[in-house]
């Protein structure tokens, strides 16, 4: 693959971010780009997606980016209605 972007997320929940987009990587099947997630600490996220082109690269980088932050707000929003459970 030609282009690569590699994000690191630093945050409290950066295992339970894995563990949401872990399904999504096992049924990953775009022949144009891949993308690898992996834990470099309990507390790092790391998203790394390569193409074959650029145009490639932009589009699996919105899905995978917004992926992400859909993964976050949940996990903010099940973590605000414990809070009101208290």
Known sequence: MEH???????CTHAETLYHSLSPEMA???????????F????NVLV?????????????ALNMW???VNVADEMQALAQNTDEERS
């Open 65 to 67: 980016l917004r992926l």
């Open 47 to 59: 998203l790394k997606v390569q193409a074959m082109d650029i145009s490639a690269l932009r589009a």
């Open 39 to 42: 834990l470099e600490d309990r």
């Open 4 to 10: 690569e972007a590699v994000f690191r997320f630093h």
């Open 27 to 37: 049924s990953e099947l775009h022949p144009r780009s891949r993308a690898e997630c």
